[in-house]
């Protein structure tokens, strides 16, 4: 579908055109349309599909076109981190080019004294859309910084992920302050027990959206090391030596890891860095920077850059350990070979993570290549695909269910369009698409990039 045969406005149509954004993506062109028809809406998809244009589009256009109060916070986007905080707020400047009318913010820490006067003041006078981490928000909230009581949109982006950093309570307490008929959007990019919980507290009869985990690049080469713990450093040394590395991600699941890592690089005169949720949010803004402009060459991190980070030229990715499910391990990897480049991923397996690997060959569909390993580093375990329990007794896998069998069935689409604010969506709609005017040229903005928003 292209953008032009949906629903938004002019204003927004003629900023994705300068954009030279035509065609929506999946998520995109199924989401849009239910937001637009005043739906809220749970979308299960991967980092990369283009999320962030299937909320903030639709959004954008109904605020453009009219029917909410001014000078009050019309829409609040919950986001994990700082960096994907920030990604969206660039996304919200690009597809709001044209929309003189409506202001936003972006609400996050690590920030001195004057960025926080700065969010506060633009949170008083009621910036109609805010971008924000829980904690900052909180912080807010708080000092009595914040009126909610107007607030008809609230997204939660990477629900999945604020979980897992602990943000349910806090985001539970900033949904109390909110009405109770506003349109809530919760994207994901799994759906465990934890999500669809936090789900039926939030949403009201919420329409579901589900893209299949996409594969891995074609373009990505993929192998794994079958070693013992110890041996996993000498493998990693073995890689360097044999090549000039740069450019590389090094994942691991444990903060405490990374540092152990890091350190041994460093031991070994290899020029890395390391991103892990100890550091303060001026380092990692310090590593990430020295990282993508080449000052230095490896990363080492745990999940925290696994996704929403977009860094084009990454060569190589070594997961250290066996990422928890085929979704993690998608992400990972899929920091490299993009734009049309080549990449490698290479993932080392201990004997604890054999059936765990396996699992995820299962949802490639495909054996992973298992490389001999370096010679002097003696024998590695044999690969075993049982699955060990606590009580020390092995199952086989085949009893268990693959990792994209997850999840329920999606909910049918409707077209019943609730009356709220129905009157608000009808400036600019009657003229669509008949004799559109474009303005001549555009603003010469972004004119390099095609394709479809993300």
């Known amino acids: 579908m292209k953008f032009e045969d949906t629903n938004l406005n002019d204003n927004i149509l003629d900023a994705l055109y300068d954009m030279r954004f035509e065609n929506c993506t999946p998520i995109q062109e199924r989401c849009i349309p239910e937001i637009l028809n005043y739906h809220d809406v749970i979308g299960v998809a ?41 990604q969206i707020d660039q996304a919200m ?15 996050y820490g690590g920030n001195d004294g004057n960025r926080y006067d700065q969010e506060m003041k633009s949170l008083k006078m009621g910036a109609d859309v805010v971008i924000a981490t ?18 008809s949109f609230f997204v939660l982006d990477e629900a999945d992920r604020m979980l897992d950093m602990g943000f349910s309570e806090d985001i539970m307490q900033i949904a109390s302050y909110l009405p109770k008929d506003r349109q809530t959007i919760m994207f994901s990019a799994t759906m465990p027990d934890k999500i669809q919980q936090l789900a039926k507290s939030l949403l009201h009869d919420p329409v579901e959206v589900k893209i299949a985990v996409s594969k891995p690049a074609e373009k990505i080469k993929q ?82 850059v696994a996704r929403g980070i977009d860094i084009d030229d990454i060569l190589m ?20 070979a993009r734009a049309d480049r080549d990449g490698i991923a290479i993932t080392l397996v201990s004997e604890k993570d054999m059936y765990q690997f396996h699992q995820i060959e299962q949802f490639l569909e495909k054996e992973i290549v298992k490389n001999p390993l370096p010679e002097g580093l003696g024998d590695g375990p044999k690969y075993d695909v049982t699955e060990k329990k606590g009580n020390g007794r092995w199952h086989s896998h085949g009893n268990r269910r693959r990792g994209g069998e997850r999840g329920g069935k999606s909910k049918e689409t409707t ?13 600019g709609n009657s003229n669509k698409r008949r004799g559109r005017r474009r303005r001549g040229g555009g603003k010469g903005k972004n004119e390099q990039r095609q394709g479809s928003p993300q």
């Open 134 to 151: 829980p904690g900052r928000l909180i912080s807010h909230i708080r000092m009595g910084n914040v009126d909610m009581s107007k607030v």
């Open 415 to 427: 077209n019943n369009k609730p009356e709220k604010k129905a009157q608000g969506n009808s400036k």
């Open 93 to 107: 400047q690009g597809f709001g080019y044209y929309l003189d009318g409506i202001s936003s913010v972006a609400v």
């Open 223 to 304: 192998s794994a090391y079958i070693c013992h713990d110890a041996q996993k450093m000498g493998i990693i040394k073995h890689l360097f030596n044999t090549d000039q590395l740069k450019r590389v991600i090094i994942f691991s699941g444990k903060k405490d890891k990374v540092k152990d890592i890091a350190r041994e690089l460093r031991r070994q005169h290899i020029n890395c860095s390391q991103m892990h949720s100890d550091l303060s949010q001026q380092e990692r803004d310090e590593v990430m920077y020295a990282f993508k402009s080449g000052q230095t060459d490896v990363l080492v991190a745990t999940d925290i």
């Open 317 to 336: 990715v070594i997961n250290y350990d066996v990422p928890h499910d085929a979704e993690d391990y998608v992400h990972r990897i899929g920091r490299t």
């Open 46 to 86: 991967q980092t990369g599909t283009g999320k962030t244009a299937a909320y903030l589009l639709p959004i954008l256009s109904l605020l453009d076109d009219g029917g909410y109060p001014k000078d009050a916070i019309n829409c609040i986007v919950m986001s994990p981190t700082r960096e994907l905080a920030q």
